[in-house]
């Protein structure tokens, strides 16, 4: 499994716009994606603006080619991109421990 770790920053104000917003892109864009495992949304106490969104894919390219070059990831940016306050950073990570 891997994880996709995104790093949103959107514009003052707009935070329950915003949640409604990823929360339907995700149930109905993100979910058709072949590999979406389920995601987490967590939102900065110290920055309100900040958001992390956590998207569990099955492989790397489920992601990468699969979901990013599809018309999926189209309909994913018009819903949650007019939020954005600057293009959010993207990172992947693989499990590398696991408590019981």
Do not use: C
């Amino acid at each position: 499994m891997i994880l996709e770790l995104a790093d949103i920053r959107i514009q003052p104000g707009q935070q329950a716009a915003f949640e409604e917003a990823i929360a339907r892109g995700l149930s109905t864009v993100a979910s058709r994606a072949k590999g979406y495992q389920g995601a987490k949304v967590n939102r900065g106490i110290e920055s309100p603006e900040r958001y992390v969104l956590q998207i569990f894919w099955d492989t790397l390219e489920d992601h990468t080619v699969g979901f990013r070059e599809s018309p999926l990831f189209t309909e994913w940016r018009a819903i949650v991109g007019p939020f954005f306050a600057a293009p959010p950073v993207v990172e992947h990570f693989e499990l590398a421990f696991k408590s019981a």
